[in-house]
Nanobody
């Protein structure tokens, strides 16, 4: 069965760092683009960072550019989000996403984890 399990969230002070991990199983991890999203109450879930299936390209929200780094280890079926210089506005539930589109663009596989809480506060 497809599983995405986030870990590494917690409480951190402003300016601190945290590394999130997402462990994947039940599908061919190396065939999927991976992303991190975050969501706070009353807001839409927003894309934070994305990485292609082999890690050749990354994309970041403007609000986290220069502070966050997404990476993946296909041998471990794991994607990471290194978060540095954290700000209170980074507080959110962070979700891991896996996505693959078939060759004809007729079917999209899209999986989500349950999320991990990140709280940035003094």
């Amino acid at each position: 069965q497809v599983r995405l399990v986030e870990s590494g969230g917690g409480l951190v002070q402003p300016g601190g760092s945290l590394r999130l991990s997402c462990a994947a199983s039940g599908f061919t991890f190396s065939n999927y683009a991976m992303s991190w999203y975050r969501q706070t109450p009353g807001k839409e879930r927003e894309l934070v960072a994305a990485i292609t299936s082999v890690g050749s390209s990354t994309n970041y929200a403007n609000s986290v550019k220069g502070r966050f780094t997404i990476s993946r280890d296909n041998a471990k079926n794991t994607v990471y989000l290194q978060m540095n210089s954290l700000k209170p506005e980074d507080t959110a539930v962070y979700y891991c996403n896996a996505q693959r589109v078939d060759a004809l663009g007729l079917w999209t596989y899209d999986y989500w984890g349950q999320g991990t809480q990140v709280t940035v506060s003094s």
